[in-house]
Each structure stands twice: as structure tokens, then as C-alpha cells.
T-cell receptor, first 117, second 110 residues
Framework: DAGVIQSPRHEVTEMGQEVTLRCKPISGHDYLFWYRQTMMRGLELLIYFNNNVPIDDSGMPEDRFSAKMPNASFSTLKIQPSEPRDSAVYFC???????????????FGDGTRLSIL | EDQVTQSPEALRLQEGESSSLNCSYT??????LFWYRQDPGKGPEFLFT?????EEKEKERLKATLTKKESFLHITAPKPEDSATYLCAVLGDSNYQLIWGAGTKLIIKP
């Protein structure tokens, strides 16, 4: 079975440019999560969706960050404008019925390594 | 406040030298404790879920155990391919998102 698929795997861009990260969750999973991982702060939850609806975006650092999930098989995380402090590895994960309705494990993609110069 | 602390930060072992990693947690109403393995350049890979004190799970050379305050990941006769960062996360009643530990970097020398 295909796991969570993220693209691109690596992105290098200049400060001020728009960055779009993409994620395809595992088929049949109704929860989707976006995380950021850095050496200093570890894994941080940015936002999560249930049935394509954003449930909690309190982890989104600023208005420069936005996320969408137009359908059950696709989500994007956008940064505009990007800044050097946004450099990190961004992970997408999906699961079945986690959160208040359950406690199933999240399954992660291999991430996008983002470098803002 | 819910929190997770993993120790040690790093552990170096010889091949075949068994040991344990610790995950201490404070959470109101544990609904699940999760262990993951993360290799460089990869996303966390799910290993185990533990739901209640006394529960144990095994997979190959790994065994996870759970008490009311901590979880251990026991590694028996490890091999170099077991080298990775091991992450622990908890889900509690008061928070519907996983609380993650900082991880233990395990290095197994041949």
C-alpha cells in the first residue's frame, strides 16, 4: 500500500518567495496533520484536518502560513512570503479516527526539507 | 501541563549489547502512548501503541512496556540497522494532539 506522499522532497528558495508544499494522505484516512521539525524545537504540530475541514490551526506560526485540503486525497501548506527562519523539515501525516474520536497512530511521509536563503 | 521527557538524549552500544530507552510522561487521562523510529532523511515510522499500564508489545528485537508514569523501549541484542532516533508521543484527555518527546538517538556499533 502507498504511504503518505509528499512533494517536493527538497526546496531551496530565496527569502520573500512563495513556497507550496504538497501532501497525498493514505487512502481512507480521515485525519491529516502538518508538522514542522527542527533541531531546536523538535516536532511541532502546525494544523490538522478532519474530513477535509481544518480543526485546529493554533500551531501555525504566522499569517504567512496557510493550509488547504480541497479533497480527501490532497493538501497543501503554503508560506508567503517565506523567511530564513522558516527553514525546517515539514512533514505531513495521516491517520484514521484519532483525536477526540480515537487514538490511532499517525503515519508520516518522508517530509520536505525547506531551505530559505 | 502535559509533557514528555525522553532519556538518554543519545546512546551508543556495541552490537549485541542490550539496553533500554526511557519515556517519562505527565498527562491527564492517557489515551495512548506511541513509539516511532526515525531514520535520517525520513519521516517517523510507527512502531507501537500502548494504551494502559502493564501493557507490553514486541516486534523483532524491540519490546515496549508501559507504567502509569513511564514507558520503556527495550532493545535486545541490537544490530547496526537498529541505529535511529526513537521518538515517544502521548495522547491525553485534555489535549487532542500528540505531545512529542525530543527523542533518543541510538547508535549501534558493529
Amino acid at each position: 500500500d502507498a504511504g503518505v506522499i509528499q512533494s517536493p522532497r527538497h526546496e531551496v528558495t530565496e527569502m520573500g518567495q512563495e513556497v507550496t508544499l504538497r501532501c497525498k494522505p493514505i487512502s481512507g484516512h480521515d485525519y491529516l496533520f502538518w508538522y514542522r521539525q527542527t533541531m531546536m524545537r523538535g516536532l511541532e504540530l502546525l494544523i490538522y484536518f478532519n474530513n477535509n475541514v481544518p480543526i485546529d490551526d493554533s500551531g501555525m506560526p504566522e499569517d504567512r502560513f496557510s493550509a488547504k485540503m480541497p479533497n480527501a486525497s490532497f493538501s497543501t501548506l503554503k508560506i508567503q512570503p517565506s523567511e530564513p527562519r522558516d527553514s525546517a523539515v515539514y512533514f505531513c501525516a495521516s491517520s484514521v479516527g484519532t483525536g477526540r474520536s480515537g487514538n490511532q497512530p499517525q503515519h508520516f511521509g518522508d517530509g520536505t526539507r525547506l531551505s530559505i536563503l | 501541563e502535559d509533557q514528555v521527557t525522553q532519556s538518554p538524549e543519545a546512546l551508543r552500544l556495541q552490537e549485541g549489547e542490550s539496553s533500554s530507552l526511557n519515556c517519562s510522561y505527565t498527562v491527564s487521562g492517557l489515551r495512548g502512548l506511541f513509539w516511532y523510529r526515525q531514520d535520517p532523511g525520513k519521516g517517523p515510522e510507527f512502531l507501537f501503541t500502548l494504551y494502559s499500564a502493564g501493557e507490553e508489545k514486541e516486534k523483532e528485537r524491540l519490546k515496549a512496556t508501559l507504567t502509569k508514569k513511564e514507558s520503556f523501549l527495550h532493545i535486545t541484542a541490537p544490530k547496526p540497522e537498529d541505529s535511529a532516533t526513537y521518538l515517544c508521543a502521548v495522547l491525553g484527555d485534555s489535549n487532542y494532539q500528540l505531545i512529542w518527546g525530543a527523542g533518543t538517538k541510538l547508535i549501534i556499533k558493529p
